[in-house]
């Protein structure tokens, strides 16, 4: 397991929305789509973020400002130091042929380096559908536009694109189009319903899962999923199909900072 630590300014920080933002930092990161990494401010501890994309020289993150950590970030500049561990976890394995992305909220950075990488490989077909609450809400809009052959938006309160969730459109494309495979990343209720829909169409799917992570490396048992004590940190996030299957937790309960499962 490669787990570089590296002390850095951050680069560069870009406005997303009201409260999501992207980190940059120039350093070197070997990390491929669906891996995450722990970032740690050093007052606060620390906390995964998915990498939203990589080059030669430098990586970052798309952050949402949800709680105490994240308060903290939010209130740092360029040139302040933080300091990151990782690449961590298993990640999207990349098939070639056509393929559909679902994703929703602010769980879309990994699919947003999924398509760069996709489209690296010369992947046959893109197609990403992205959903939020509202248009506000949307990330990489015109990322997706270029990265993928087609690309869908849904909004629940129908400020742009189709009204509705990602889910409800992944039914409509899926009337018309046949794929090869099914990428899902979004809030674990939306991918329960991707999931269900992948499966009464018989297509392969993985997903991306986020569950509450201390050490992001197997040692402290905080993201383990029932009933196979699943280790998503280090056997995930992205999680098979054939896996997932197993998975009785997925959708129903997890675990939060104290390790007692609650329902979702
Ligand atoms: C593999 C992985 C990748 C992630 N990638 C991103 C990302 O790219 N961008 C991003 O903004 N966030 C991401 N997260 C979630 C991020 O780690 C949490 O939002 C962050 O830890 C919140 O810290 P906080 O102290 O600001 O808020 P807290 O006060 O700790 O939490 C605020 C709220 O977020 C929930 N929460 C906390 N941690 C998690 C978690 N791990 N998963 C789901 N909900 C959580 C809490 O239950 C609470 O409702 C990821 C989490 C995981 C496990
Ligand atoms: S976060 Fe500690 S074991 Fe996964």
Redesign the pocket.
């Known amino acids: 397991m490669k787990c570089d630590r590296q002390t850095l300014p951050i680069a560069a920080i870009r406005e997303e929305n009201a409260s999501?933002r992207t980190f940059t930092f120039h350093g070197n990161l070997s990390a491929s789509p669906g891996q995450?990494i722990m970032l740690t401010i050093f007052s606060e501890g620390e906390?995964?973020?998915?990498i939203?994309d990589v080059d030669e020289k430098s990586f970052s993150?798309?952050?949402?400002?949800?709680?105490?950590?994240?308060?903290k970030l939010f209130s740092m500049d360029v040139g302040d130091l933080v300091s990151i561990r990782g690449p961590y976890?298993r990640s999207f394995k990349r098939q070639t042929g056509n393929i559909l992305m679902v994703g929703g909220g602010?769980?879309t950075?990994p699919l947003r380096f999924l398509a760069k990488k996709l489209r690296e490989d010369d992947v046959k077909k893109l197609v990403n559908i992205n959903g939020a609450h509202s248009e506000e809400d949307l990330l990489y809009v015109e990322d997706f536009e270029i990265l993928c052959h087609q690309s869908h938006i849904a909004t629940d309160n129908g400020s742009l694109g189709y009204m509705g969730t990602s889910v409800d459109v992944m039914e409509q494309v899926l009337q018309n189009e046949k794929f090869d495979q099914v990428y899902i990343s979004g809030p674990e209720k939306m991918a329960k319903a991707a999931v269900a829909v992948a499966k009464k169409h018989q297509l392969p799917y993985e997903v991306n899962l986020?569950?509450?992570?201390k050490c992001g490396v197997g040692i402290c048992g905080s993201?383990v999923m029932d009933p196979t004590g699943f280790i998503l940190?280090m056997e995930g996030?992205i999680v098979d199909d054939q896996t997932l299957d197993k998975l009785e937790d997925f959708g129903t309960a997890h675990r939060?900072k104290t390790g007692a499962k609650t329902a979702l």
């Open positions: 999501l995450f906390k995964p973020f998915s939203l993150m798309t952050i949402k400002n949800i709680g105490p950590f994240t308060n976890g602010f769980a950075p986020e569950r509450y992570m993201c940190c996030p939060g």
